[in-house]
């Protein structure tokens, strides 16, 4: 099994396990070892999915402002939870490539391979609410059909991705690509970058 398989693989079981309870309260039981490069897939699929539920949330007209803001904070703090995350697997890809010597006009890419895994992960959780919406039995024949075509969209999509992940890593492998990583450089979050927050010093 590769990488981006077993990646499939986990996102599969945690968007499942999630579901078990489908609150975006409830405790994470990551099954893998913590350090371990699944660990981290697993939580990273675990945060999308909990994301997305957020996203349904404060999407509701009669929201109360105080606990739209809440949830508000909470998604920034869970795109900033994403963010570090991926950036922790691309170090994994980076100590595990960065060892390879290019060859002759060997390439970059445009995305670094953990961002590859984002999508992948985010797209896991995208087929899983899709389905949902297929198996639906209170919609007209007319949503149903244009949900079963998005799925059918959303399943070739995975598996293209799959094959583009695997053949990419392979390239870094074989030094056909050059491994290289950029670092988010966000300046919202940043007291010293965000203009609005140091402005109140």
Known sequence: MNFAELSNDIFSRAVVDYHKTDNVDAPIH????QGTIEYDLY???WIDVVQWHLEDIIRNPEIDPVE???LKRRIDKSNQDR???VERIDSYFWEKYSVIKPLEGACINTESPAWAIDRLSILHVKIYHMTEQVERVDVSAEQHD???QKLAILKEQLHDMTSSISQLLEDYQAGRRIMK???QMKM???P???PVLYGKK
């Open 30 to 33: 990551n099954p893998y070892t």
């Open 146 to 148: 244009k949900c079963l």
């Open 188 to 190: 919202y979050n940043d």
């Open 181 to 183: 990583v950029y670092r």
């Open 43 to 45: 939580l990273k699929n």
């Open 192 to 194: 010293n970058l965000n």
């Open 83 to 85: 963010t570090d995350l």
């Open 68 to 70: 739209a803001l809440a």
